[in-house]
């Protein structure tokens, strides 16, 4: 297959049980190489999304394909390419580690040698050698999660996709998970679910929010920062009479609003709105310059990826 064809191509994906929608004419792209993260509140149709991706779950209408392959029409096909971690991993707990993995490969179709091959490859890459003769049940959560993505690797998909592969896991599993995820994405397309906005900020290179079913926004991180952010607002703390302050800013053509608070001893708190999202700080810091006065903040107010979230799915009826 073409590597100018995408990785996945969803359109007008909808998945309706009695009563409710779970997916709504979703439609979106991931090019190949891309790490995306898949956000939404509890509910929302990720992991339906993800079920039907991985042909587990069919849709009840429009089309799907991964590397270019129907999931409805080529389910073989796309499994051959494609990695699956579900949230609820289920693993065969009474198996012990190797045994269980070159179970896998071979069920993926893998030969025997290749097999072998493969799960010492993953067994390394998934830091998992330690612990491969323990049985599975005895592992601790973050080595079970590791042994999910070594199920998920083995067969050496194009695309790795994985549901919440953090979930209950304590900050320092997460961030050995969230180290393995970066080294998968050298080499693999990532699809990843996750509630931990900061481990999509450092893992992924686009975002999609969904809600209710419904694509809500579609981009980098750093450009949703840009495109929610308060109009550019500027925050400038500087030691200055008030009325001297107003003065200096309320004849700036580019400003479009002044409000001006205490800020401690001689200092004032200034928020400069901008007109058009100018960039107000070089003025700002021109007029401090100009007319000798102490400065001890100049930023530019961004709205974090949670900030962004928040806005976007706020109001949500409904739990899905």
């Not at 979106?28 to 993260?37: A, L, N, W």
């Not at 012990?96 to 179970?103: N, P």
């Not at 931990?196 to 980098?220: F, H, K, P, W, Y």
Request: some cysteine; proline content about 5%.
């Amino acid at each position: 297959m073409s590597d100018t064809v995408p990785m996945i191509e969803v359109h007008d994906l909808t998945k309706r049980y009695p009563g409710r929608t779970a997916v709504d004419g979703l439609s979106f792209t991931v090019g190949r190489g891309e790490v995306v993260g898949f956000l939404g509140p509890n509910g929302a149709g990720k992991s339906t999304t993800m079920r039907i991706l991985s042909t587990f779950m069919p849709a009840t209408s429009g089309t799907a394909r991964v590397a270019g392959f129907d999931v409805f029409h080529q389910p073989d096909e796309v499994r051959r390419r494609l990695g699956y971690m579900p949230e609820n991993n289920p693993l065969h707990l009474d198996m012990r580690v190797k045994e269980y993995l070159k179970f896998r490969a071979r069920l993926k179709g893998l030969g025997w040698t290749r097999s072998r091959e493969r799960v010492e490859t993953v067994l390394r890459q998934c830091g998992l050698q330690d612990v491969h003769r323990r049985i599975i049940g005895q592992l601790s959560k973050g080595y079970r999660q590791r042994v999910g993505l070594a199920d998920a690797l083995v067969h050496e998909p194009d695309l790795i996709v994985l549901d919440e592969p953090t979930i209950g896991l304590d900050p320092h599993q997460i961030r050995s998970v969230r180290a393995l995820i970066k080294q998968l994405a050298e080499r693999h397309t990532v699809l990843l679910s996750t509630h931990i906005l900061s481990e999509v900020e450092m893992t992924c290179s686009r975002v999609l929010i969904l809600n209710q079913g419904r694509i809500l926004a579609a981009d980098r991180v750093e450009d949703l920062e840009k495109r929610f952010s308060l109009d550019g607002q500027v925050v400038a703390e500087i030691a200055a009479p008030a009325a001297e302050l107003r003065e200096a800013f309320r004849d700036m053509p580019e400003l479009e609003r002044l409000d001006l608070s205490p800020a401690g001893g001689d200092y004032q708190r200034l928020a400069l709105t901008p007109r058009n999202g100018f960039d107000l700080r070089p003025a700002v810091f021109e007029q401090v310059r100009l007319r000798g006065w102490e400065l001890r903040e100049l930023t530019r107010s961004r709205h974090s990826l949670e900030d962004i979230f928040i806005h976007l799915t706020r109001g949500q009826a409904h739990e899905r």
